[in-house]
Structure formats: structure tokens, C-alpha cells
């Protein structure tokens, strides 16, 4: 059973308590932070701060409004830093969240690289260094509870349960709403589909998502890129050995034969030839 969570920007009043819960759940200290020109603090994730609310200044009907969006790992379903990770660090769960081992860690940074979302964060002020980022509260999902994000959102912005249903109540909402929100799901197909979802009342570009419309992220699982090459990795790699070796074959025979045509026509072969005559 995959579950997720659906947050819907319309009801979120950019009260930080998911990015408190967070802290104190995960146990994470404080970071010196400062605002930064869109008024949210902190202006990015990093690996104290997995949990954060932006504020975006938008514009809708001739009026200018806030709109604010708690952002964190979107546990994608076919995960990019998974696949990037070659000792397997990271890995998808059965019930959604993507973890980590920090024992298999060798420090890469290969994940950040891979993922399209920018969440892994390095712990670059430490001797032994980790990746991290969100994990879902996986520990109280096993124990039947909720993320403590979305238990503590006042307004019900953030909503948990399973995949399939969040997708059903989204489509639910925006069937009775059709004025209210834009008629896609955030989530739903990006990067081939993620745990969290998103709904909007207007263009997720102007949130500072990264949509397939603009060419900013594929709506195909991002493995499936590598898996591709990967596949073409052994044939291109003998084709090349073959015509590599047939060129090394061609170069040494061409300079045998030139060598033995100089040898040939030296002088003293021809003194050599003259002497038997």
C-alpha cells in the first residue's frame, strides 16, 4: 500500500507549523537563517531543514495575492536518486517514502546531482559527512500514524493517506471547483509520478514548480533516461571494440608491408642483389 500526501495551496495560510513539526519530530537543530526577496524563511532546504514554506507573490483577477507552499523530498515513484546511487543508499518503500542508509553512503553526491527536484542536501560542515532530506515520518507510518506535517496543519492543507485515493479526492475537488483550480494535479505524471501531490488555484510555474509544459522536468520516470543508455551500453561498447580493433589490425599490417618494402629497396639489398647477379 503506497501512501501520500496532497497539499492543497489554496488552503495554506503560510503558518510554518508543518516546517516546526518537522524540526521537532526529526529532531533537527536550528539554522541561522535571513529572509531573502520572496519574504520566506528559510529561502531553501538544506540538511537541517527538510521541511520549509515558500511565499510567492502571484497574480489573479487584476489582484495581487500570496500564496504559500510547503515543500520537501516528493518521494517520487521511481526515484532519481535511487537509480544514481550505485551502492544503493537510497531506496523506494512499499508504503511510499523514500529512505536512506547512511551506513551504504560513500558521499557522491551523485543523488543531488540526479534528482530533479534539488532536495538532497549534503552535510558539508561535517568531518563524516550524510545526505538528507525528508523522509515522511516513515517511522509513524509504520506505527499507524500520520507525518507530523500534516497533523500539524490547522487548515487541512496538508492531507495523508493512500496514493489512489489523494488522486481521487484531487480530481474530486477540482470537478466541483473547475472556477477555483487550475485542472491539473502537480504530482501526478512529473518525473513519472510522486507520493506528495499538489493542487492549485493558479499556474504551478508561478509557484516556481517545474512543469513538463515548459520542458523543465519529464513526465517519464527519470531511471528510465539511464535505463536507455544502459541498454545500448554493450552493443555500442563491442561495436566499438570491433572497429577499434579492426583499425589497430589495419595500422600495424600497413606498416609491416611499408617497412618490409623499405627494407626491400634499401641500398644494401640492392648492393646484396647486385653481388649474386
Not at 536512506?100 to 560542515?125: H, I, S, T
Request: with cysteine; aromatic share 10%.
Amino acid at each position: 500500500m503506497s501512501y501520500g500526501m496532497l497539499i492543497d495551496v489554496t488552503l495554506c495560510i503560510g503558518c510554518k507549523g508543518c516546517q516546526i513539526a518537522c524540526k521537532q519530530w526529526n529532531d533537527l537543530p536550528a539554522e541561522k537563517t535571513a529572509f531573502n526577496a520572496d519574504w520566506s524563511n528559510p529561502p531553501e532546504l538544506t540538511a537541517r531543514t527538510w521541511k520549509r514554506v515558500g511565499h510567492h507573490l502571484v497574480q489573479k483577477g487584476g489582484k495581487l495575492l500570496w500564496r504559500f507552499v510547503p515543500l520537501a523530498c516528493m518521494h517520487c515513484n521511481e526515484p532519481a536518486c535511487e537509480a544514481a546511487c550505485f551502492v544503493h543508499a537510497f531506496y523506494k518503500t512499499p508504503e511510499g517514502p523514500v529512505l536512506y542508509k547512511e551506513n551504504l553512503c560513500v558521499g557522491c553526491r551523485y543523488c543531488m546531482v540526479a534528482c530533479p527536484f534539488g532536495v538532497p542536501k549534503f552535510e558539508w560542515d561535517k568531518t563524516f559527512p550524510l545526505v538528507l532530506k525528508c523522509r515522511m515520518c516513515f517511522e509513524r507510518i509504520a506505527e499507524g500514524q500520520q507525518p507530523s506535517c500534516a497533523t500539524a496543519c490547522p487548515t487541512g492543507a496538508t492531507l495523508f493517506g493512500r496514493r489512489d485515493e489523494l488522486l481521487a479526492e484531487a480530481r474530486n475537488r477540482i470537478n466541483a471547483n473547475p472556477d477555483k483550480y487550475v485542472p491539473h494535479i502537480y504530482g501526478e505524471k512529473e518525473a513519472g509520478g510522486t507520493s506528495v501531490l499538489y493542487l492549485s488555484d493558479v499556474p504551478f510555474h508561478e509557484l516556481g514548480f517545474k512543469t513538463v509544459e515548459r520542458g523543465e522536468i519529464p513526465a517519464e520516470p527519470i531511471p528510465s533516461f539511464s535505463d536507455r543508455i544502459v541498454r545500448w551500453t554493450l552493443p555500442v561498447a563491442a561495436t566499438w571494440t570491433a572497429v577499434l580493433g579492426g583499425l589497430y589490425w589495419y595500422t600495424k599490417r600497413r606498416a609491416e608491408v611499408e617497412e618490409s618494402m623499405k627494407r626491400h629497396n634499401s641500398p644494401q639489398n640492392k648492393g646484396e642483389g647486385s653481388q649474386n647477379d
